[in-house]
């Protein structure tokens, strides 16, 4: 009833918002997959990942890693991003993963086309930057091809070539990036007043934008907002 109504759940694990290797902001833990909704799974930060497949009734473990905290899917495809491990990849809803080789440390992830992307933290949140994996292939693609830390990401679900990333500097104004072309290059959208601060928090100044940005949406109604 688009959440008019909430029963809970028996998935009673742990959701240590505060763990130093899976931070709150580091990626959204639970996914519904998109070729069946009945089919939810949730990871946890040292219980592993877990697959419903009656739409949250039951739970049943179907890996066994520590700190899965950023999923996402396609179709039937299902990413998870373990921070301190990699990334885990299902073509089966979820119901088996293998890990992908190569895999950096991700703070988050983002899917679009078979095209996946991932921002990159380092256990201490000193050294990061920008991956994409294509065609079994990882690659670079950092902005400015620093080692500074990345952690907000999103691609347009109609073309994945577009992409917008934003750096994570805590309590500081963080330098946001635009894609138009899978991260050949890229365009600081935080500079010279090129973007449009719309606040409706009456207590958000508009001073504090990108401040300690960890989560970038695109509207997918209209891609360039």
Sequence with gaps: DKGLTWNRTNLNKGFDGANAYSPRYTGECIVVVPDDSNIVLCGTPNDGLYRSTDAGGTWTKVLDIKNARSLVAEGSTVY???????????IDSGSTFTYIAGSPNVARLAVSKGILYATEMDNEGRIGGVSKYY????????????????????????????I?????????????????????????????NTYNVHPNV????????????????????????
């Design 80 to 90: 998870v991003g373990a921070r301190g491990e990699g990334v885990y990849k299902s």
């Design 135 to 162: 065609d079994d292939k990882w690659s670079k693609i950092t902005p400015d091809a620093s080692s500074r830390v990345y952690c907000g990401i999103a691609v347009d679900p109609q073309n994945p070539n577009t």
């Design 164 to 192: 917008i990333v934003s750096q994570y500097k805590e309590s500081s104004a963080c330098n946001i990036y635009r894609s138009v072309d899978g991260g050949n290059n890229w365009t600081k959208i935080t500079q010279h």
């Design 202 to 225: 009456s207590w958000w100044s508009s001073s504090k934008f990108s401040a300690a940005t960890s989560a970038i949406m695109i509207n997918p109604n209209n891609t360039s907002e």
